[in-house]
């Protein structure tokens, strides 16, 4: 398996709405990130856990909170977002012994 | 001095034709070189990597050009096709404590016509 899953697809919410985006990968890396990309954008790093510790944290708002429950998962709490936060966040993945990201498909968030 | 620079911001070649992207980066401390492929809704994947030790690599239609001494780095595309459209993301990336530190140039997006 060398796939990155990211859960929903697509997310729409509101300014005051409480929301999470899930990322899983099962090839046994150690280090999963959060990046932001905007249209006609490169990916923007946001959070980066290395054995399920938070390694870095790129001044990103409080309003993103990120959790890596395991060494399979890392989830992405959103609170009290705004317009500008719309944007594709991808989930990445990488073993420590290869210098390779492996990204899932992203999640499209819209925020009214 | 992270910066990545890549030319151009678009392309539009024919098919059968060879694309040509440029790369650009300042910090010598970047141990490895990658190009990610981005379809429309998708995620980057990798398609091809150079290390700086290494002048040149080939894969398939695929070459990455690397001049270690200039901290340039290149894409050819040859006998671009349809499919090949999509953007383009040269990157620089180094090890740090157990993760990778990826610098990603802005982006080029190939358009290959028929």
């Known amino acids: 398996d060398t796939e990155v899953t990211q859960t929903p697809k697509h997310l729409v919410m509101g300014m005051t709405n409480k929301k999470s985006l899930k990322c899983e990968q099962h090839m046994g890396h150690r280090a999963m990130y959060w990046y932001k990309q905007k249209a006609k954008k490169p990916p923007e790093l946001m959070f980066v856990y290395s054995y399920e510790k938070l390694s870095i944290n790129e001044s990103v708002p409080s309003r993103f909170s990120p959790e890596c429950p395991n060494s399979s998962l890392l989830n992405l709490h959103l609170h009290a977002l705004q317009p500008e936060d719309s944007a594709l966040y991808l989930c990445?993945?990488?073993?420590?012994?290869?210098?390779?990201?492996?990204f899932g498909s992203g999640t499209q968030l819209s925020v009214l | 001095q992270q910066q990545v620079k890549q030319s151009p911001q678009s392309l539009i070649v024919q098919k059968g034709g060879i694309s040509i992207i440029n790369c650009a980066y300042e910090n010598t401390a970047f141990d490895y070189f990658p190009w990610y492929q981005q379809f429309p809704g998708k995620g980057p994947a990798l398609l091809i990597a150079?290390?700086?030790?290494?002048s040149e690599k080939k894969e398939g239609r695929f070459t990455i050009s690397f001049n270690k001494s200039a901290k340039q780095f290149s894409l050819h595309i040859m006998d671009s096709q349809p499919g090949d459209s999509a953007t383009y993301f040269c990157?620089?990336?180094?090890?740090?404590?157990?993760?990778?530190?990826?610098?990603f140039g802005t982006g080029t997006k190939l358009q290959v016509i028929p």
């Open positions: 990445a993945s990488s073993q420590d012994s290869q210098v390779i990201l492996f």
């Open positions: 150079i290390r700086p030790d290494v």
């Open positions: 990157a620089a990336s180094r090890r740090a404590g157990g993760y990778q530190k990826v610098t």
